[in-house]
């Protein structure tokens, strides 16, 4: 059974212009990727800011509307239904948003944040939606306390964890995690990562962890999906991308990482120098003549590189 399976996803946004403000062109955010996820798996959506990685979580989560493609969860096409019938696989599908400082409302309590998605789907009392609020709470590491404090009463770190309580409590299958440390000092990065394989382990979460920092993506995940210009360059298990990537984009982006060892330094130069080279002179062979990005071939069970 495929637990979520993304087929040949497409989301445009039209560009409009002239008088009458007709469609001109259209900007191709989500641009045909296919991919899956396996029950209880971490999968890493990595590329540039731009690139669509952003745009496929929420378009997975319902809140943007492709223009053509498939989205599998649990073998029922989610792209099929209607507002109203995909509104019971909400809960088991939540997102935790980039910047804990503006997903959070100021104007309420943790209290009243965390319980609005029990509010929508399940009918408590007053008490037992408290204590149920002060159960996550606990969970994520916050005192029970916290339930009357406002956001701003809290750290960066401890608002992203609010924010990772408020996607717990309906028991949710799949987590988009989409930059959930981006914002946060890395002390703080470390400390909310650690949480989120803590729970996953504990609560079986399959995450669709999207980040542009390939240190994080190691640290995170078992498979990676590359993204560039709204398409999949590179797909394969965290060692094949890491060790033996393919794609120059892939390369480019590995040959970035700031190294750390300076007895390591030298060489990593060399690699950078050496990427430089090969994506000025075999351009053509990762673009085609109008720079679009190949489709996804395979080159192992588990390894797929776009190329021609």
Do not use: W
Request: charged share 30%; glycine share 6%.
């Amino acid at each position: 059974m495929t637990f979520l399976k993304v087929e040949n996803l497409k989301v445009y946004y039209p560009v409009r212009g002239g008088f009458f403000r007709r469609v001109i062109d259209h900007v191709k955010a989500v641009d045909d990727i296919t991919f899956e996820l396996k029950e209880g798996e971490t999968y890493g959506l990595v590329g540039e800011s731009g690139c669509g990685k952003t745009t496929t979580g929420r378009t997975i989560i319902g809140l943007n509307r492709p223009i053509a493609g498939k989205i599998f969860f649990n073998d029922i096409e989610l792209t099929k239904l209607k507002r109203r019938d995909f509104y019971q696989y909400r809960k088991d599908i939540q997102m935790i948003f980039q910047d804990p400082y503006s997903s959070l409302n100021p104007r309420k309590r943790v209290l009243d944040i965390i319980a609005e998605p029990i509010r929508n789907f399940e009918k408590l009392s007053p008490n037992e939606e408290k204590t149920k609020v002060m159960d996550v709470l606990e969970k994520v590491g916050l005192s029970p306390e916290s339930i009357y404090k406002y956001p701003h009463e809290f750290s960066g770190g401890q608002r992203q964890r609010i924010g990772i309580a408020r996607a717990l409590t309906l028991n949710p299958k799949l987590i988009i995690a989409d930059e959930p440390v981006s914002a946060l000092d890395v002390s703080v990065q470390a400390q909310v990562l650690n949480f989120m394989k803590d729970i996953q382990k504990e609560f079986n979460l399959t995450y669709l962890f999207i980040s542009h920092d390939l240190g994080i993506i190691r640290h995170m995940c078992d498979r990676i999906g590359i993204m560039y210009r709204g398409r999949l360059v590179e797909e394969g298990t965290k060692d094949e991308i890491f060790e033996y990537p393919q794609h120059i984009y892939t390369k480019r982006l590995l040959s970035s990482i700031p190294q750390m060892n300076p007895e390591e330094r030298i060489q990593h130069m060399a690699f950078r120098r050496k990427v430089n080279e090969e994506f000025k002179n075999n351009y053509d062979k990762y673009f085609d003549a109008e720079g679009k990005i190949f489709d996804l071939k395979p080159i192992s069970e588990t390894h797929s590189v776009a190329l021609p």
